[in-house]
């Protein structure tokens, strides 16, 4: 399994980015979820948003429920993350992953291994 992952960069806050992870497998693996997790300086690994491949069901941290979107294109095996009034806490490295949706909550760090990443990328929100 392959993510690759685009977007990021700097937004002042307020401002909003706009996340995608493409997934290249040789099978499409419906009950899997696709999102992102994200790191921040000093912080631990945290669970932001996933989503069902396919049924669209979906996972947001209390943190950024209500600014961001998560989707998927089950055609390109692609999903997105909508990021919408961006705040300087949400600054941190952004990792692409697949795995069990039920895992994204309450990640740490022993859960590394049931998940596939890709690389991260990041995202600084800052005037």
């Known amino acids: 399994v392959q993510l690759q992952a685009s977007g990021g960069g700097l937004v002042q806050p307020g401002g909003s980015l706009r996340l995608s992870c493409a997934v290249r497998?040789?099978?499409?693996?419906?009950?899997?979820?696709v999102g992102w997790f994200r790191q921040a300086p000093g912080k631990e690994r945290e669970g932001v948003s996933g989503?069902?491949?396919?049924?669209?069901?979906?996972y947001y941290s209390e943190s950024v429920k209500g600014r961001f979107t998560i989707t998927r294109d089950r055609a390109k095996q692609t999903a997105y993350l909508e990021m919408t009034n961006l705040k300087p806490e949400d600054t941190a490295v952004y990792y692409c992953?697949?795995?069990?949706?039920?895992?994204?909550?309450?990640?740490?760090?022993?859960?590394?291994?049931?998940?596939?990443w890709g690389r991260g990328t990041l995202v600084t929100v800052s005037s």
């Open positions: 497998q040789s099978t499409v693996v419906d009950h899997y979820a």
């Open positions: 989503i069902m491949v396919s049924d669209g069901r979906t």
């Open positions: 992953a697949t795995g069990f949706l039920s895992d994204w909550q309450n990640y740490d760090p022993s859960h590394h291994n049931r998940f596939y």
